[in-house]
């Protein structure tokens, strides 16, 4: 079993659904899964409490790294194994884990398609050309993401430049509408261009006279790596495809 969002679509990526006890109940809600919601809602959803995961007595735990001390403790003095997963900063980092997980369930030979998949989708979306426009990823609201994150190498293996950077960006930061002004990227990626926060800064910088291309880049796409990655950068490669003509 798992007990957050990003161990879920990695067991459900790896392992057949016959092995499955149960995965978060995060992933069991819109604004916090990377797995479709039909797929996610066919599996037993828990908090990830010690009393909901020794009832179930599973023989590994997909755990995080941030999952409380006490929790882990109790999960141990009752023999479970456990396993801790951080949240990767890279693709290198993201193909690592998936070997770990993998090797974990005995599932190796699922554990190298994954891989393949996903160094699949990374050498597609390649660019053809040598433009790279700058992009800036909206995470939600006015929450933009910059710096060395998996998802900034994920814009630059798509052949775009970071504009979080202009900002001195170095994780998920808020970014306001006035210091957007400054340093206009031409590409803006957000999960909900229609929300009221979207459209406010699409209206000043429409008013400033700036001709920014805005995209769509799902919320299920920012969460996590691992499987993701493919997905995110598929949809990374059709937007610039758009942009670069």
Same mark, same amino acid.
Do not use: W
């Given at each position: 079993?798992?007990?957050?969002? @990003?161990?879920?679509?990695?067991?459900? /990526?790896?392992?057949?659904?016959?092995?499955?006890?149960?995965?978060?109940?995060?992933?069991?809600?819109?604004?916090? &899964?990377?797995?479709?919601?039909?797929?996610?809602?066919?599996?037993?959803?828990?908090?990830? =409490?010690?009393? !909901?995961?020794?009832?179930?007595?599973?023989? $590994?735990?997909?755990? &995080?790294?941030?999952?409380?001390?006490? =929790?882990? /403790?109790?999960?141990?003095?009752?023999?479970?194994?456990?396993?801790?997963?951080?949240?990767?900063?890279?693709?290198?980092?993201?193909?690592?884990?998936?070997?770990?997980?993998?090797?974990?369930?005995? !599932?190796?030979?699922?554990?190298? *398609?994954?891989?393949?998949?996903?160094?699949?989708?990374? /050498?597609?979306?390649?660019?053809?050309?040598?433009?790279?426009? &700058? *992009?800036?990823?909206?995470?939600?609201?006015? $929450?933009?993401?910059?710096?060395? =994150?998996?998802?900034? !190498?994920?814009?630059?293996?798509?052949?775009?430049?970071?504009?979080?950077?202009?900002?001195?960006? =170095?994780?998920?930061?808020?970014?306001?509408?006035?210091? $957007?002004?400054?340093?206009?990227?031409?590409?803006?990626?957000?999960?909900?261009?229609?929300?009221?926060?979207?459209?406010?800064?699409? !209206?000043? $910088?429409?008013?400033?006279?700036?001709?920014?291309?805005?995209?769509?880049?799902?919320?299920?796409?920012?969460? @996590?790596?691992?499987?993701?990655?493919?997905?995110?950068?598929?949809?990374? /490669?059709?937007?610039? *495809?758009?942009?670069?003509?």
């Amino acid at each position: 079993m798992s007990t957050n969002p @990003c161990a879920d679509q990695l067991l459900i /990526a790896l392992a057949p659904p016959r092995r499955i006890a149960a995965i978060s109940h995060y992933s069991q809600e819109a604004d916090e &899964s990377s797995i479709p919601l039909d797929v996610a809602r066919r599996y037993r959803g828990i908090a990830g =409490t010690a009393e !909901e995961v020794i009832a179930l007595k599973p023989d $590994l735990v997909l755990a &995080s790294s941030f999952t409380p001390n006490d =929790t882990l /403790a109790a999960y141990r003095r009752l023999g479970l194994k456990v396993l801790l997963l951080d949240s990767p900063t890279t693709i290198a980092a993201s193909r690592e884990q998936i070997r770990t997980v993998a090797a974990a369930l005995g !599932e190796r030979v699922a554990g190298d *398609a994954l891989i393949a998949r996903i160094d699949g989708a990374v /050498a597609a979306a390649a660019p053809k050309g040598a433009a790279r426009p &700058s *992009a800036l990823l909206f995470i939600s609201g006015n $929450l933009a993401s910059g710096g060395p =994150t998996l998802l900034g !190498e994920m814009l630059g293996r798509a052949g775009f430049g970071d504009s979080g950077r202009a900002f001195g960006l =170095t994780q998920s930061t808020p970014l306001s509408v006035e210091r $957007l002004l400054a340093h206009p990227p031409q590409v803006i990626l957000d999960p909900d261009p229609g929300s009221r926060t979207a459209s406010l800064r699409r !209206e000043i $910088l429409g008013k400033a006279g700036y001709r920014v291309v805005e995209a769509r880049f799902p919320r299920a796409l920012i969460n @996590c790596g691992g499987p993701t990655i493919a997905d995110a950068m598929t949809r990374l /490669a059709a937007i610039r *495809a758009k942009v670069v003509r």
